[in-house]
């Protein structure tokens, strides 16, 4: 392909991403000025225990994922096309294999392992075949998820994403992958999995490790790759609702400094960023009530402000032997104390892959204590339509509506404007509908016709 015909097919590209809705989401992610590429790599591997959303996209849309792919390589000018897969997952990996056969793309199996961050995957990669990425290649590859390459191959189409593919599984009597509108309330996706057994459940967006907690009848978003369903007895529901001066004071009196949540930090391994350890060891010199009753940068130590690097992964305390919890303690300096985030100051080598202990997702189910649990099928894509939509209109950015109650809507309408236009996306029905009602924190309900 000559320079010119490429220079025309990356302008009509970039035209239809900047004219479509999600532009302030995709276009920064196709810039080729943000640094050289050679590589890009395609994840299909969910790094949450029991979340499948993207081994069923990789199933049931690997003809968009192909395609996302495509358009990244050209967009960016990339010279090595990658899909990286789950190798648990020996059928999708044949099926990609066969439909890939006649082009550059390469479907490479990497191990279930948690984290799945840019690093660790290169670092997994590295692992399976040491000559697969050079020196050169490791520090000019971009990774996308498998979502964010649907997202662009939808948006090159000119169609625009209303709806989301999600994992919902846990505390279920039936649990699914899902493809449901934006908007959707949670308890509507619970009811379609056959319900909790247990009552007062607590839904987790976006999973136990890496999400948080949230309220039933909270909407997804276009952020949302799965809910998880936990008992209000469950450890990580109790965890969540102990108070951080507790916490401090069994970290700070049961702690043996064994180190062993360094040993497996990332983070604090690939980069030059304090320790888990030596955050816990600051604290045992602080003054505890001054540090508990008036947060403020001065009481940290300026050095420790760089744990905003910290990509709350919770492995630290997944492998404390005292099941103590210094994430939650880390957390809540990055949030209280540290003013400026600083960036990581990298060794020599930004893509270094140091070696350090990785955890397999099916040793997080055990210590998570949600092994027993069954794990949705990731072939079947179940689609379904709730009674009523809620819309946020705050988030990720405050938008203006433009419809009022009892306007009715087709699929794609356009509901609320961004008040920045440089900033969020413009909110369009998921459904055709009537507009229910609006409320400044609540945002927009749609009922469904």
């Not at 969020?424 to 016709?449: C, W, Y």
Request: overall charge negative.
């Amino acid at each position: 392909m000559n320079s010119e015909y490429l220079s025309q097919i990356q302008q009509q590209l970039n035209s239809l991403i900047q004219e479509s809705d999600l532009s302030s989401y995709l276009a920064p992610l196709f810039k080729e000025n943000i640094k050289p590429t050679t590589t890009i790599i395609g994840r299909i591997a969910d790094d949450e225990p029991l979340f499948q959303t993207e081994i069923a996209l990789g199933y049931n849309n690997y003809l968009s994922l192909i395609k996302g792919l495509a358009a990244a390589g050209v967009l960016l000018s990339a010279s090595r096309l990658i899909f990286a897969v789950r190798s648990d997952t020996p059928a999708l990996i044949q099926t990609l294999h066969f439909q890939t056969r006649a082009t550059r793309i390469e479907v490479i199996p990497i191990e279930p392992n948690y984290p799945l961050d840019d690093k660790s995957l290169l670092a997994d990669l590295r692992s399976s075949s040491p000559a697969l990425l050079s020196h050169v290649e490791r520090q000019h590859t971009r990774i996308f998820p498998a979502q964010t390459l649907i997202d662009l191959a939808t948006v090159i189409e000119g169609r625009t994403p209303l709806r989301r593919v999600l994992t919902v599984a846990g505390d279920l009597r039936e649990p699914k992958v899902i493809k449901a509108p934006v908007g959707t309330p949670i308890d509507e996706l619970v009811s379609a999995c056959g319900g909790c057994p247990s009552s007062g459940w607590v839904p987790y967006y976006n999973g136990i490790l890496q999400g948080h907690a949230t309220l039933p009848s909270a909407p997804i978003d276009y952020d949302c790759n799965g809910i998880i369903i936990l008992p209000p007895f469950h450890p990580r529901v109790i965890e969540d609702t102990t108070p951080i001066p507790d916490e401090i004071r069994r970290l700070l009196s049961a702690c043996t400094h064994c180190q062993t949540c360094s040993m497996g930090c990332p983070v604090h391994l690939n980069d030059s960023t304090p320790a888990p350890s030596q955050v816990i060891q600051h604290l045992s010199f602080q003054n505890l009530s001054s540090l508990l009753v008036t947060p403020s940068p001065s009481t940290i130590d300026p050095s420790l402000h760089q744990i905003a690097a910290c990509q709350s992964c919770r492995l630290c305390s997944l492998r404390c032997p005292s099941q103590l919890k210094p994430d939650r303690i880390i957390a809540w300096i990055k949030e209280n104390h540290s003013s400026t985030p600083i960036q990581p100051s990298m060794l020599s080598t930004p893509y270094n892959m140091l070696e350090y202990p990785r955890a397999r997702t099916s040793w997080l189910s055990n210590r998570l204590g949600i092994n027993t649990y069954s794990v949705p099928a990731p072939s079947i894509i179940h689609s379904i339509m709730p009674e009523v939509l809620r819309l946020s209109t705050q988030v990720p950015f405050p938008c203006s509506p433009v419809v009022t109650p009892g306007d009715r809507v087709k699929y794609g309408d356009l509901l609320a404007l961004p008040l920045q236009p440089d900033q969020g996306t413009p909110l369009r029905s998921p459904v055709p509908g009537i507009i229910l009602a609006f409320d400044p924190e609540d945002g927009l309900e749609i009922r469904p016709i």
